[in-house]
């Protein structure tokens, strides 16, 4: 049960964010629109309220680094700075990879 909740939890936050950066790839010079404004904003409230209880599951290195990123992409977004936003957008996606890969039960791990 706990892990399908930080399983279901990472997930959401990973799909979150690529739709933000699908978003932003259509339009690299005008990231700062409404749209991506309130899925950041919606992703970051969202985030917000998920690592309370991920404290208890997850190192804190990686909740914070996390945090960081997501707070990062905000910004950007908000400053309509596509290269950075670009940056923390990966760098978000690659940490719920990594956590995913981590917690997700491997074949090899089975046989």
């Known amino acids: 049960m706990i892990l399908m909740y930080l399983i279901d ?15 932003m790839e259509k339009d690299k010079e005008n990231i700062d ?11 970051q ?12 599951l997850l190192p804190h290195n990686q909740l914070n680094e996390l945090d960081y990123k997501i707070t990062s992409l905000n910004r950007h977004i908000h400053q309509n700075d596509y290269n950075m936003a670009n940056t923390a957008a990966a760098a978000v996606i690659k940490n ?6 981590n917690f997700l039960p491997a074949l090899e791990n089975i046989l």
């Open 9 to 23: 939890t990472i997930e959401t936050l990973d799909g979150s964010v690529k739709e933000i950066y699908e978003y």
């Open 45 to 56: 409230k969202q985030w917000d309220k998920d690592k309370l209880v991920l404290h208890i």
């Open 96 to 101: 719920c990879e990594m956590i995913l890969n």
């Open 33 to 43: 629109t409404e749209l991506n404004i309130k899925m950041i904003e919606q992703a």
